[in-house]
């Protein structure tokens, strides 16, 4: 091949960069002399593609040469001190960026002009041959036909290059090793040679700069190992280099099939446009031709029409005019129309004549041979054109549903996708708070762009639903948008009613409410026991999917809680509510305000019940459903649990009280104890003494107390079945009821004088109250 | 002071006892009845003394009054000694119910010829204790002290005249104030002289009005429907006045039925009453002995 003739043609290669310089004149006799040559380099276009094949692989093999070469410094270079590299860092760059051009162009080459693909590969070895080459080459770039062969060359001149160098440098590595062999005992440092040292004296080195040896070695020796290590940085980096590449390969390859889909798609439209234009245009003008042939063909028939008359008027003309009889002749000729037999028998000649001279004869076109200019419409096919560059439109993209925990209470994380793999310059997102109400359009809608498939948005309602949907934009236009997706934020910590808490020894009844108007799905109580050690805060437990706003944990005694509470809906958790402290220590209650007699204060404490007076207009007094009307008496909420709970009320001796317990639904019109609904202790100061009386069914035993206590401690034994009064200052037993209760109790409070009661618990159950 | 078993009966997992030995403070041979509940095979127990009333020997309250179920369960000795010296062949000792045989009065007495035998206070108080601690698994630390009527005065006297010594108190129907009724009129100023002063040493009621020492904690109960309470033979209304004004903690119940409908049917002064409310008392004494 020619190109083989060329590579191996020492001749051509001398004589070709001196064409380049002297310019296009030359480069035609080139071309001549070329043609001469080979003629195989008739058929050059047919084999275009099989050519550069080969470049490519020439050009790869140059690539792979340069490597080589790099080894082979080292090499080099590890022998010989002296010898500095030839190539330096930045050669050895270019190399690795020649490479990354060669492969780019290798994977384009087969689509491109083989000119062009040539010119690409050349260009680099040009930039390694020097400015003024590749500036006399790329004048001349215009004449491709040489050009081709110019880049072939330069490449096959290149490596010889190359070849070259190689050379010369085992040249001097030979020359060197002849040095050595004359024991140098210096090195010249301006000359960069070991010498010996008469040299220094009286040699050429006279003047230089000289040192020891054994030192200029160590010193050359460390510029060596330092470029050793760059050399080292440098194959790490090609390394990466090259597998970065790898990766473009992948990508090149892979935009070049999206590429081709997008061509093929849009030029089999063009093309069928275009088809479907020429047939439209064609009909028309066949239609054109057929009307214009038909007009020309009755012009032509009325033509001959004329001509038969004209013949025949001739002919009777000449038939007159052969007339011998004068007479005959004169008689046809002025009395044409004198016998009506003759005006029968022969038309009347001259009559006929003078019409058939009057009547013009139409000579005109009846049809023009143009055809009307026809404009040839390529707008839409234009347009189809411009729009193959473009890239299509994107399709809608496919939102997400929501995904568990993506929520807080005032954002959405929202995600989406794209089904295919359109071109995206940025999203627009949509979103509206849902709502289920018709006129729910006053809700504004908000727009905002992101670049990424996900966008957490802020400032939103907490549990609330919003209505999202994306639209996916490039140059080319908007996508439709995508289905609406509902997502919802999570919702506002509750809090927790901190004076509504109940607990025991074993047992909290913690609630509270929801901060949200909507419903939320659920709840979850963390809760933390502390200890005295750190009061860090590890959850020891949580309790989910509380569905009320209340919830009794269990626990261990005399110990210390923190609990929050969490709530849930699909969007996710909540914020923790405001923590609240437990203490497993006694039992815990509060008064229940809603059943106080109007009469019946609670002090601020929450748990010192006073009454200033015993009578009041009772219009004055506002009553509630669930409050007592009689007895001033107010009831305790208790935590509905089983075990022992134990309380203590403080009590003037001069107050005439009832304390004790009652269900919750003790008749409120009635006294505590008179009913079978309640359980208490009476004291009543009669004048000779006090008299307690511990009523249950309006019924007391008869017993008899020397000390009044000043401090009543009150046992709730639902197990053993008791409620067991005490002097709790002196631990004295007062009275038990045995009873089995059938419903939870709560504690109850009565004043039948002005007086206070104070209630304390949180008390340890005393040892001497057991039995 | 050898004990002799005279009785022993399996009771409640443990043993009811009856044993027998010479005393030294009465000067004759004594039967006292003893339950060791099962802890005692393990393990030192408080004792806990039952001081019965007028005619009773040791085995009425061993035999009626049903209280071995709840020392057995809180782990009580129980000690009824019997109410007076036997035997003794003291001039009319045997006369009458409520004086001499069977009615000691826990009182040592001073007058002749009654005070060589008739010391049933210092027997209570010095030498059973000994002679028990000696011979069973107590813990001499704890003892509490409980009786009935006469012995309900006793134990009220001797946990007035001892603060310390016991632990709590308690009595059914005790004669609380004997100066002022009829039986101890009789009983002390047979044993002590017709010194009415010298009964008052005697006398809860008295003593309460002079008692200082360690808190006590008296329960006492009382059948509503007792013929000695209406009698006046009892009068816990001044001892509960004495303890009101001396603020010496009682809890005073006069038991009477529960029931609006049969009023006349409350409790009285026999074993039986003991029987309803003796497990209050067990359960009183456990308090403070266990505690």
Not at chain 1, 181 to 195: G, H, L, Q, Y
Not at chain 1, 467 to 478: D, P, T
Not at chain 1, 672 to 684: F, P, T, V, Y
Not at chain 2, 212 to 237: E, N, V
């Amino acid at each position: 091949f020619y190109h083989m003739d060329l590579y191996g043609s020492k001749e051509r290669f001398d004589i070709f960069p001196e064409e380049l310089s002297g310019r296009g004149d030359r480069s035609l006799g080139d071309t001549r002399r070329e043609s001469a040559l080979s003629s195989e380099k008739v058929q050059r276009p047919q084999e275009v593609g099989h050519d550069l094949e080969k470049e490519v692989a020439e050009l790869a093999k140059m690539y792979g040469l340069d490597e080589d070469r790099e080894k082979e410094l080292e090499l080099l270079e590890g022998h010989l001190e002296k010898v500095e590299s030839r190539w330096p860092p930045a050669r050895t760059d270019k190399a690795g960026s020649q490479g990354s051009i060669y492969n780019l162009s290798k994977s384009s080459s087969s689509v491109k002009d083989p000119s062009q693909s040539t010119k690409q590969q050349g260009l680099p070895d040009e930039a390694s041959q020097g400015d003024n080459q590749s500036k006399a080459r790329a004048d001349d770039e215009a004449e491709s036909n040489i050009w081709s062969r110019g880049g072939l060359s330069s490449g096959g001149m290149s490596d010889e290059w190359n070849s070259q160098a190689v050379s010369e440098e085992e040249e001097e590595e030979e020359e060197e090793g002849e040095e050595e062999e004359e024991a140098a005992d210096v090195f010249c440092s301006t000359c960069k040679i070991p010498i010996r040292a008469f040299d220094k004296l009286f040699g050429e080195h006279k003047d230089h700069e000289v040192a020891q040896l054994p030192s200029a070695v160590e010193s050359e020796k460390e510029e060596i190992h330092k470029n050793m290590c760059k050399l080292e940085e440098q194959i790490a980096q090609m390394e990466n280099v090259a597998s970065h590449l790898e990766e473009i390969f992948i990508t090149v390859e892979e935009n070049f099939g999206r590429q081709e889909k997008n061509f093929e798609v849009h030029y089999n439209d063009a093309v069928q446009v275009l088809a479907q234009k020429y047939e439209e245009q064609l009909e028309a003008l066949g239609e054109e031709k057929r009307q214009k042939l038909e007009a020309l063909y009755e012009q032509l028939v009325n033509c001959g029409k004329h001509l038969d008359t004209c013949k025949e008027l001739t002919d009777e003309t000449q038939e007159l005019f052969l007339e011998n009889d004068k007479a005959e002749f004169m008689k046809v000729k002025s009395f044409n129309c004198q016998s009506p037999f003759q005006t029968l028998i022969f038309p009347p000649y001259n009559h006929r004549l003078e019409e058939f001279l009057k009547k013009e004869v139409d000579l005109e076109l009846s049809t023009l041979p143009d055809f009307e200019e026809r404009v040839i419409d390529v707008s839409e096919v234009e347009q189809l054109m411009n729009s193959i560059n473009a890239i299509p439109a994107p399709c809608a993209p496919v939102i997400n549903p929501q995904a568990p925990n993506a929520a807080t209470g005032t954002s959405l994380r929202v995600c989406w996708g794209l089904f295919s793999d359109d071109t995206v310059e940025c999203y627009q997102l949509c979103y509206k708070p849902a709502s289920n109400e018709r006129h729910g359009d006053e809700q504004a809608e908000h727009t905002l762009k992101v670049k990424e498939t996900y966008c957490t948005i802020t400032d939103l309602m907490p549990n609330t639903q919003y209505e999202f949907w994306v639209s996916a934009l490039n140059v080319s236009g908007i996508s439709p948008p995508s289905e609406r997706a509902v997502y919802v934020t999570a919702p506002s910590p509750p809090t927790i009613k901190s004076r509504k808490i109940r607990s025991c020894e074993n047992a909290a009844l913690v609630c509270w409410e929801s901060r949200d108007i909507n419903p939320v799905d659920s709840y979850t109580v963390e809760l933390s026991k502390l200890t005295d050690e750190e009061n860090d805060d590890v959850i020891t437990e949580s309790i989910v999917g509380i569905p009320n706003c209340e919830v009794l944990i269990h626990l261990q005694p005399t110990q210390q809680y923190r609990v929050c509470v969490r709530a849930q809906n699909l969007g996710g958790s909540s914020e923790r509510s405001e923590p609240v402290l437990i203490h497993t220590t006694g039992t815990r209650f509060y008064l229940n305000e809603d059943t106080a007699h109007p009469l019946l204060a609670i002090l601020d404490d929450g748990f010192t019940i006073s009454c200033d007076e015993l009578e009041n207009p009772e219009c004055d007094l506002p009553v509630y459903d669930n409050s007592f009307t009689r007895c001033i008496a107010i009831l305790g909420s208790l935590i509905p649990f089983p075990g022992k709970h134990y309380w203590e009320v403080e009590v003037e001796e001069d107050t005439e009280y009832r304390t004790g317990v009652a269900f919750e639904n003790t008749p409120r019109h009635g006294h505590l104890g008179a009913n079978n609904s309640s359980w208490c202790m009476r004291h009543i100061i009669t004048p000779s003494r006090h008299k307690y009386e511990f009523l249950h069914s309006g019924m007391t035993p008869d017993i008899r107390i020397t000390i009044p206590p000043r401090r009543i401690g009150i046992l709730l034994d639902y197990e053993n079945c008791r409620l067991s009064f005490f002097n709790a200052d002196i631990a004295q037993h007062l009275h038990t009821f045995n009873s089995r209760f059938q419903h939870y109790v709560h504690p109850c409070f009565a004043l039948e004088t002005p007086g206070i009661l104070r209630i304390h618990t949180g008390i340890a159950t005393p040892p001497w109250t057991a039995l | 002071m050898a004990l002799k078993q005279v009785s022993s009966n399996k009771c409640f997992e443990g043993f009811q006892k009856v044993f027998e030995h010479d005393s030294a403070e009465l000067k004759c041979r004594m039967k006292f009845g003893i339950y060791l509940p099962p802890k005692a095979e393990t393990g030192k127990c408080p004792v806990l003394y039952w001081l019965s009333g007028l005619t009773c020997t040791e085995q009425n309250f061993i035999t009626k009054a049903g209280f071995q179920q709840a020392a057995a369960e809180h782990g009580l000795i129980v000690v009824a000694p019997d109410t007076s010296p036997r035997g003794c062949n003291i001039e009319g000792e045997d006369e009458s119910w409520d004086f001499g045989t069977g009615a000691g009065f826990y009182v040592d007495a001073t007058e002749d010829p009654w005070k060589t035998n008739y010391r049933m206070y210092s027997y209570i108080k010095d030498e059973l204790p000994k002679l028990i601690n000696a011979n069973f698994p107590t813990d001499p630390e704890r003892m509490s002290i409980f009786g009935h009527s006469m012995g309900g005065h006793g134990a009220l006297i001797l946990a007035l005249k001892n603060p310390g010594k016991y632990k709590s108190v308690s009595a059914f129907a005790p004669i609380c104030n004997p100066v002022q009724c009829q039986w101890g009129k009789k009983a002390l100023g047979g044993y002590l002289g017709p010194d009415a002063t010298k009964w008052e040493a005697y006398d809860a009621t008295q003593l309460v009005k002079s008692y200082s020492g360690s808190r006590l904690d008296i329960l006492i109960d009382q059948g509503k429907d007792d013929q000695f309470l209406s009698a006046g033979q009892l009068l816990p209304d001044n001892f509960i006045a004495a303890c009101t004004e001396r603020k010496i903690p009682v809890v005073f119940r006069l038991q009477q039925a529960s029931c609006f409908c049969s009023p006349w049917l409350g409790y009285d002064h026999s074993y039986f009453f003991i029987a309803s409310f003796i497990n209050d008392h067990i359960k009183h004494h456990a308090k403070y002995l266990n505690a």
